[in-house]
Each structure stands twice: as C-alpha cells, then as structure tokens.
C-alpha cells in the first residue's frame, strides 16, 4: 500500500484568498489525482496530476482556479485559486498503488471551509 | 460524469445482522467496480473489487454482487460490527484509473 500525507488537514480561509494544498506519498507512483468532495457527498475527480506536463482537468474544472503541479514522482501540490464559500470541501489526494488499477489510495484529507 | 448512484442514502442495522447496500450504474461498459468505506475524517478505504466478467466476489465478511442485467452492484456485510459505522461508497472505472464515486451510503450499526 502506499502512505498518503497531506498538509494542511483543515484551514479557514477568507474569500478572495488561495491556498495550496500539499501531497507526499511513500513511494514514487505514476498515477496521482485530485478529487473535491462537497459536505455531505461523494467525490468528484478534479484533475490527473502527471508527472513533468501539464494536468488534465476533468469538464468542470480549470487550471486558473484549481492549478497543480507534480514536480516528481513522490509530491504534488493543488492550489484553490480565489476561493469562495462554495469552495468549502475536503480535498483528497490519491494515487494508484502497485497493483495497478483499481488499488486507489487516499489522503486523510484537507477540509477547508471559505468564510 | 456517468452517472453512479446508490438506492438508499441511510442504512441502520444491528450488531450481529447482515448489511446490504446497493449501487445503480447507468454506464454498460463500465469493467471494474469497487467498494470503498469512509470513516468520519479519513479518506476512502477500498474495501473490494469486482471485475464485469464475475457476477460475486468474496472478501472477508464482505461480498459483491454484480448484476449486469440490470446494472446493479451490492456490498454485503456479514455480522455488522459498530466499527462497520461508515460512509460506502461504490465506484464504477470505465477507462484507465478514472473512477467516478456513487452518492455514498451512511451505514450505522446500532450496539
């Protein structure tokens, strides 16, 4: 299995600022994602986080709000750009472990709530 | 998004019954479902797996059913314990490692 670390686990935010959410695993993996989950319901995949070029966004999501890098094999960052209240959520970092598909491994999480 | 959703949004059970949660996908040309758990605070935890070429699949004190027909996925849980209290959430794969999650199940098991 692989051990996800994020920074930070939860911030308060005001609205109009950005934050950048950080995410270390154990190992080095191909595969890292971004998933928002809103309160109370399910994940939603944001963004693939690929290693030396650019992310690709699912439809919904851009690069202006939610830009991430992934300079190596082991860290990535999401930055939530101009936050507003509707921004509040948890956002998971995840990887594929050594299995290959389907062995989806998650962060604890970082619960931000924008005032 | 394909759509992924789950039949009951709350389940509660008592300590030693069997759970049932069932999932509806609407995409037949998903091949991978999996099962995840999430407990208050944490990240989903995979909990099993199944293949479209299977119609079960058994773990330990869990099973998946598959039923293409109707495009029905269920996780059952034997001998519900309250550290069974959590989240489930059930994922269909359609391509490559993207995964798209049901609405989730809160499952409390009453002592």
């Known amino acids: 299995s692989a051990v996800i670390s994020q920074k930070p686990s939860r911030d308060i935010c005001q609205r109009g600022t950005s934050l950048t959410i950080q995410c270390q695993v154990d190992?080095?993996?191909?595969?890292m994602f971004w998933y928002r989950q809103q309160p109370g319901q399910s994940l939603t995949l944001i963004a693939t986080a690929n290693q030396g070029s650019e992310a690709t966004y699912e439809s919904g999501f851009v690069i202006d709000k939610f830009p991430i890098s992934r300079p190596n094999l082991t860290f990535s960052t999401l930055t939530v750009s101009n936050m507003s209240p509707e921004d509040s959520s948890i956002y998971l970092c995840?990887?594929?472990?050594?299995?290959?598909?389907?062995?989806?491994?998650f962060g604890e999480g970082s619960r931000l709530t924008v005032l | 998004g394909e759509s992924v959703g789950l039949h009951l949004p709350t389940l509660s059970v008592q300590e030693g019954d069997n759970s049932i949660i069932n999932c509806a996908y609407s995409?037949?040309?998903?091949?991978?479902f999996i099962w995840y758990k999430q407990e208050s605070g944490k990240g989903p935890q995979f909990i099993i797996d199944?293949?479209?070429?299977?119609d079960k699949r058994q773990g330990q004190r869990v099973t998946v059913l598959l039923n293409k027909t109707v495009k029905h996925l269920s996780l059952q849980i034997a001998a519900t314990q309250p550290g069974d209290s959590a989240v489930y959430f059930c994922?269909?794969?359609?391509?490559?490692?993207?995964?798209?999650f049901g609405t989730g199940t809160s499952l409390t098991v009453i002592p």
């Open positions: 190992s080095q993996v191909t595969m």
């Open positions: 994922a269909e794969n359609i391509a490559g490692n993207q995964f798209y």
């Open positions: 995840s990887v594929v472990g050594p299995g290959g598909v389907g062995e989806l491994f």
């Open positions: 199944i293949r479209s070429n299977m």
């Open positions: 995409n037949s040309a998903s091949d991978y």
